[in-house]
């Protein structure tokens, strides 16, 4: 494992993406089977998708009442999406960890898209994060350097919000609707990043080349807002997960 000079983030790279998924599932089991955890953060995305595909079998071993306890807050949603739209993360969530685990949606919670004003259930989703507070926030990292939707630019401090979806993201994201970025939903609401560094401890996950020019700036460069991510370098206890492609510059 290597410690990063620039920060205290730790590092561990991987020969495939395979593997890193099943450490980051190994990781992952290990608190969620734990019933003191706080709630863990969990995350959406393709990368996640190999993560719970480790996750679901390592947790299912343990039986369904080992999962008795289970709460969790997903980092974003987009504003506009239910979870009767497949292409929600609500739905995201249910078709990967909810249904084969047999979840509770209540126990499972994300921001609600269809909220009417999603500026305040930005706000009362904050409340609620922080009534319980999180105890390992799983992340993956956009191409453009974001974690959640917490686009570039984007300060330490910012709270869980509504936010605008860059034209890069929605291009990134447009793969769940159909390839055409302009269906892709113009807003979000994620929680941001004072919500993610004040998680006892981060698991960032990156997998593919495509990702590691923005790995780079993570990693070694001073934190900055045009790299949102950067700002974990100043979290206490952040582990980075990588396949050599996404630290091969
Ligand atoms: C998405 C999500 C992030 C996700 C990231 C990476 O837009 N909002 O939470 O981690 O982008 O996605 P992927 O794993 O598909 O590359």
């Known amino acids: 494992m290597a410690k990063l ?20 599932a190994g990781i992952l089991a290990e608190v969620l089977l734990d019933p003191k955890r706080a709630p863990m953060g969990l995350a959406t995305g393709r990368t996640m998708v190999a993560v719970y595909q480790w996750l679901v079998p390592l947790l ?19 504003v506009g999406l239910g979870p009767d739209d497949p ?19 209540a126990r499972m919670q994300l921001p609600n898209g269809l909220a009417p004003n999603p ?7 904050r409340q609620q994060v922080q009534t319980h507070g999180l105890g390992l926030q799983l992340l993956g990292l956009g191409e453009n350097g ?31 609707f159909g390839g055409e970025a302009k269906a892709v939903p113009e807003r979000a609401i994620t929680l941001g990043l004072a919500d993610i560094l004040a998680a006892e401890e981060v698991l ?12 780079r700036r993570v990693l070694q460069e001073p934190p900055q807002q045009l790299v949102p991510a950067s700002w974990l370098q100043g979290h206490p206890n952040c582990l980075v997960l990588a396949d050599r492609p996404a630290v091969c510059v």
């Open 146 to 176: 974001h974690v959640g939707f917490n686009e570039p630019p984007c300060e330490a401090f910012a709270p869980c919000r509504c936010v605008e979806l860059s034209d890069a993201t929605r291009q990134q994201n447009a793969a769940a």
């Open 60 to 78: 299912q071993q343990a039986g369904a009442n080992a999962l008795g306890h289970w709460r969790s807050f997903n980092l974003d949603e987009y």
């Open 204 to 215: 960032l996950v990156v997998t593919g080349a495509n990702k590691s020019s923005v790995l």
């Open 87 to 105: 292409r929600s993360f609500a739905a995201y969530m249910a078709r990967y960890l909810g249904e084969p685990l047999a979840i509770p949606a």
């Open 119 to 125: 500026h305040l259930e930005a706000l009362r989703y």
């Open 5 to 24: 000079a620039a920060s205290s983030m730790k590092l561990e790279v991987f020969d495939s993406s395979e593997a890193v998924a099943e450490r980051a």
